[in-house]
């Protein structure tokens, strides 16, 4: 703030002579010198702004209105600090900047944008500049602030090519937890035209240190608790999506033997490779000219995937399978001591086998215009029966499995989108 002294009120370098009533000012140069009164080119007289005459302050595109007062100004002059207080509050000034983002449950694109930030120091000095020259406007340099991200991939997510939905049990918290953790390294993914992606490279490795935990999985024909359990039902409904949408299937699976699931013939699984195992692959191609986004949703009881992108160029795709040939299962039995003579349990259910065909079909205006056949092999599970062989006959009988219903093996399986 200046100091009063002889009638002066010195800012800085530069001196103020008050005249009579305060009503104008005469600036006195830096060497101490009094600026004359005749035609010099630099002479400025103005009037001190009143304490609450209003100065609009510009940064790019905001403004903010104050009083001379609010930005430092009274009856003893300007002070600079009260006037950095002010800006360091006047985050209005400032413009942040936007990352672009895709944002796959709304099927909107959410565009980038260029942030802007005022200089408070530099701000200061112009205040205190356009006081002298009893300014009602202040504009406040301003830089650039570039934002991180300013392109998503894809410009066109307004239709879904294709989407596919599986269902699980709720209450299982372990798989739900899986399946929700798998998804996530999916959901948002741009595939560009021509781009393959790989399931197993996409999602990483199903370990505890990445938060998978034990839950049902399909090993060697039986149903067994396993590390990551449901992340292949992940793997299938992506796979479903992938088929109804028109993309290039390049590497595909089935299970060893139906899934409760889903179709038969609709199903594909994974294996994380670890060590010198290759693992098994979900691997899916863009054959459009255009980008589609990838939309994951596991909820309630249902995992969902949507394709998303620009319209396809088909009317209708379709799922149709044949089933060339039934195999039988075999039975195993066992004998238990520890089970009474006449009693029988099943520790694992059978089921057959089968050879089977799956067709994709393209149409368009009616017509058939592409065709893709694939052989399908699942093979027999084995039946595991314990008879009880102790005379005993108070000994308890364990409660056996029940064989659940395959019936989606029945049928053609026709399914269209």
Not at 69 to 88: E, P
Request: aromatic letters at 8%; glycine letters at 10%; one cysteine or more.
């Amino acid at each position: 703030m200046g100091e009063r002294e002889s009638g002066m009120i010195y800012f800085g370098s530069a001196a103020l002579l008050l005249a009579a009533g305060g009503a104008s000012l005469f600036f006195y140069s830096q060497a101490g010198a009094e600026v004359s009164e005749t035609k010099a080119a630099d002479q400025v007289v103005v009037s001190l702004p009143s304490e609450s005459d209003v100065v609009t302050l510009t940064a790019g595109k905001n403004s903010l209105e104050a009083t001379w007062k609010q930005l430092g100004v009274s009856d003893q002059g300007f002070d600079r600090s009260v006037a950095a207080t002010f800006l360091a509050d006047a985050g209005q000034l400032n413009t942040a900047s936007r990352n672009a983002r895709l944002d796959v449950e709304k099927q909107t694109i959410v565009k980038a944008q260029t942030g802007s930030i005022f200089d408070q120091d530099a701000a200061v000095a112009l205040i205190e500049s356009a006081m002298y020259r009893g300014e009602k406007s202040v504009d406040l340099p301003v830089t650039e602030v570039v934002p991180e991200v300013d392109d998503v991939g894809i410009e066109d997510v307004s239709h879904v090519l294709g989407h596919f939905t599986t269902k699980f049990k709720a209450g299982d918290s372990s798989r739900s937890y899986n399946l929700k953790l798998a998804a996530s390294k999916l959901n948002g993914y741009v595939m560009k035209p021509g781009e393959e992606i790989s399931f197993n490279e996409v999602v990483g490795g199903r370990t505890h240190d990445e938060g998978y935990k034990i839950a049902g999985v399909i090993q060697s024909g039986q149903l067994v608790d396993g590390l990551a359990g449901g992340t292949c039902q992940i793997s299938t409904t992506l796979y479903g999506a992938a088929f109804f949408a028109g993309l290039g299937i390049t590497q595909h699976t089935p299970h060893s033997r139906p899934s409760s699931y889903v179709r038969g013939g609709l199903d594909a699984t994974v294996v994380y490779p670890v060590g010198k195992s290759k693992g098994v692959d979900l691997k899916i191609q863009n054959d459009y000219d255009f980008p589609v986004a990838i939309h994951f949703i596991v909820a309630r009881g249902k995992s969902t995937v949507r394709i998303l992108g620009k319209k396809r160029p088909y009317d209708e795709i379709v799922f149709e399978r044949k089933v060339t040939k039934e195999l039988p299962f075999r039975v195993i039995t066992r004998e238990d001591d520890t089970m009474p003579v006449g009693s029988m349990t099943v520790d694992q259910p059978g089921y057959p086998g089968y050879r089977l065909y799956t067709y994709r079909k393209f149409y368009k205006d009616g017509k058939m215009v592409n065709q893709e056949k694939t052989p399908v092999h699942y093979r027999p599970v084995v039946e595991y029966v314990r008879v009880g062989i102790n005379p005993n006959p108070n000994l308890r009988v364990p409660k056996g499995k029940k064989k659940k219903n395959l019936s989606v093996i029945s049928g053609d399986g026709r399914m269209a989108q």
